[in-house]
């Protein structure tokens, strides 16, 4: 809560850009996207407890907010996403 009172308000979706420190957390992020992933049918099958799953998600929730964190720390602009229109170009 103390890093997200201090970012800007989410108004559309973000690129993972920005610091190294950043681009490590949004790596391990990822990772924590794709245990989750694979938690979902062992949590299906009552093979796994559905905390585990609950956990990893806000794990993954902590990594994006720690990524957009340290770009603001670290004065890195967040670059949000733009749909591509009939060949506009995304960045230039």
Do not use: W
């Amino acid at each position: 809560d103390i890093m997200t009172e201090k970012l800007p308000e989410l108004s559309s979706f973000v690129l993972p850009t920005g610091a190294k420190g950043a681009a490590h957390l949004h790596v391990a992020r990822t990772v924590c996207r794709r245990a989750e992933r694979r938690i979902v049918p062992l949590v299906q099958d009552g093979v796994c407890d559905p905390n585990a799953m609950k956990y990893v998600n806000r794990l993954s929730d902590f990594f994006f907010t720690a990524a957009r964190y340290v770009n603001y720390c670290e004065n890195h602009e967040e670059v949000q996403y733009r749909r591509d229109y009939r060949g506009a170009k995304q960045r230039q």
